[in-house]
């Protein structure tokens, strides 16, 4: 397993988030505990690992790049469950979804603290693994950004203003010719951005991999074309179609022979 699944898949996620959404297939309940149990092992994971490598740069480093690209993922998918939850009205759903996301955020600010702490010891790591951070700040924001005008998720993102402004490319322009090569090369320049390194054998990981399949097999089968393209929604579809076959309108060019000559 590669730190690049992590960014591969919330990439896909994020293209295919409205049908999630959409799709009467969504078992938002189930989701979403599942989510808080996977966010619960994974603190004390983190938790456990964050403490007993603070000592050692070349083990706490990884670790800490590790958790910043698994949070990209963590973050879209709790996104995506928040606008299920809210278009179902399950409260509790949401509220699961709420306060797993609030324990991510707890190691997050952990990382975030020791890296304050270790900035002119540790040269010119932490600086790298700041600009890793920053990163995926952005690109978190940007592959949230569809869902800001279908639900309330302020919560996974780490700017709803930057959020907002790319919400009209990445939601409406997905329906669009080009929307395939936007994503498509969405994908490319984000997993470019994340470290291209495998990780080691161990309880996280495991628990990692049972996350990635868990979202993998939420994607309604309504999601794709026989083909495996993306299909939009419904109402968008038709709407799309309607306005691709409206005729031109006729161009009106100017009757120049009608012009006084000087």
């Known amino acids: 397993m590669n730190l690049r699944d992590f960014a591969d898949l919330a990439a896909l996620l994020a293209r295919h988030s409205l049908h999630i959404v959409e799709s009467d297939q969504t078992q938002v309940e189930e989701l979403a505990e599942e989510y808080w149990v996977q ?3 994974l603190k ?3 938790q456990n690992q964050l403490d007993s490598t603070v000592e050692a740069r070349e083990h706490w480093v990884p670790l800490a790049e590790e958790f910043l690209v698994a949070d990209l993922l963590t973050r879209v998918w709790g996104a995506t469950l928040l606008t299920v939850a809210e278009r179902h009205r399950a409260v509790r759903s949401r509220a699961l ?3 797993a ?3 991510n955020l707890e190691i997050r600010n952990e990382v975030l603290k020791t890296m304050t702490h270790r900035w002119e010891e540790w040269s010119c790591h932490v600086p790298a693994l700041d600009l890793l951070r920053r990163r995926l700040e952005r690109w978190t924001d940007v592959l949230v950004s569809p869902l800001m005008s279908r639900g309330r998720v302020e919560e996974a993102c780490f700017s709803p203003e930057r959020a907002l402004e790319a919400g009209p490319t990445y939601d409406e322009g997905r329906y669009h010719a080009g929307a395939t090569g ?6 490319a320049a984000l997993r470019v951005n994340v470290p291209d390194r495998i990780l080691s054998a161990s309880a996280r990981r495991s628990l990692h991999e049972d996350q ?3 979202i993998l097999a939420a994607f309604p089968t309504a999601a794709f074309l026989a083909d495996g393209t993306v299909r939009s929604e419904r109402f ?3 709407f799309h179609t309607v306005r691709e076959t409206i005729p031109p309108r006729p161009v009106r060019v100017p009757n120049r022979s009608n012009r006084p000559v000087h």
Not at 182 to 187: C, D, K, S
């Open 212 to 214: 990635l399949q868990r």
């Open 182 to 187: 936007l994503w498509n090369l969405t994908g």
């Open 44 to 46: 004390r994971e983190w």
């Open 97 to 99: 979804v709420q306060q």
């Open 39 to 41: 966010a619960r092992r």
């Open 101 to 103: 996301l609030g324990w």
């Open 236 to 238: 968008r579809r038709i």
